[in-house]
């Protein structure tokens, strides 16, 4: 059997990272209407990741698939992943519910059998919600080897293994794996390409397959959290400026910080 590579691409739609966040009245969540929505930053690292590895191991990739489990209007950034590389793509209309990590990372086990994929690359954190779980968690269903928090990903192709250099506390720290495998982006993993309108264009007619949560009906999505209260963090005083060292241990002293 031939060597071939399936990359299965999760992008999240999130409020755009250049939008500061504002709490709803209610106090439940963040507001999100009248607001920009994007890809989550990490996952558009993620897609160009799978189209490195694409562009540096022409024959071995066979598909890149991306996936997005949310509302309608995820699918305007699946098409900006299928305009920056990606192949086919499906949309799980999940309506305006958010799912936690844990149903999504069971979709995903899904939607990796479906696809046949042997590698997933997800975001390491969606910037909505911080979790930094989902990656982990289907790595955990799946029973794969996971690398976490790539700064470098770089495919074996004779002995179909990955060697991944992640971030970690004070430094960085190479592993490798065989395929299948999966990896969370970190920031500095690379920098991604942007969307031309031409490519924007040639998307609108590659496949976008659409599916709803009864197609995953072995899947159980009800929450396992409530989220009691969302508040803004606490205000910070004006800070003051000092002329000298001599002035700044006065102050100090006289807030009996020393
Ligand atoms: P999280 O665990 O929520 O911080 O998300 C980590 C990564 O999982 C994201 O960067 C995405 O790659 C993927 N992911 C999370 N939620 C979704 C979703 N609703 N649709 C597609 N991918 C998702």
Redesign the pocket.
């Given at each position: 059997m031939s060597k071939s590579l399936r990359i299965l691409v999760?992008?999240?739609r999130v409020i755009d990272y250049a939008i500061k966040p504002r709490i709803n009245k209610a106090g439940t969540g963040v507001e999100k209407t009248g607001v920009k929505f994007s890809m989550?930053p990490?996952?558009d690292i993620?897609v160009e990741e799978a189209v490195r590895i694409r562009e540096k191991h022409k024959k071995l990739v066979e598909n890149i698939h991306a996936?997005?489990?949310?509302p309608l209007k995820a699918q305007d950034i699946l098409r900006t992943a299928l305009a920056k590389g990606a192949d086919t793509c499906s949309h799980v209309d999940v309506k305006e519910a958010e799912?936690e990590?844990l149903a999504?990372a069971k979709i995903l086990k899904e939607m990796v059998a479906k696809q046949n994929a042997n590698l997933v690359i997800?975001?390491?954190?969606?910037i909505d919600?911080?979790?930094?779980?989902?990656?982990q968690m289907l790595a955990g269903l799946l029973n794969w080897p996971q690398a976490t928090f790539a700064a470098k990903v770089e495919i074996d192709e004779a002995n179909m293994t990955a060697r991944v250099t992640r971030e970690i506390d004070g430094g960085e720290e190479t592993v490798s794996a065989p395929l299948p495998l999966v990896v969370?982006t970190d920031l500095r993993l690379n920098q991604p390409r942007y969307a031309t309108l031409p490519n924007l264009m040639k998307a609108k007619k590659k496949p976008l397959e659409k599916l709803s949560l009864s197609d995953f009906s072995k899947v159980d999505a009800e929450p396992r959290l409530k989220v009691m209260k969302v508040e803004e963090p606490p205000t910070r005083s004006a800070g003051i400026k000092v002329g000298s060292v001599d002035e700044l241990i006065e102050k100090l002293k006289e807030v009996k910080a020393i």
């Open positions: 999760p992008v999240k989550n990490f996952d993620a996936v997005s489990i949310g799912l990590p999504v997800l975001g390491k954190q969606s919600d911080d979790c930094n779980n989902t990656g969370t």
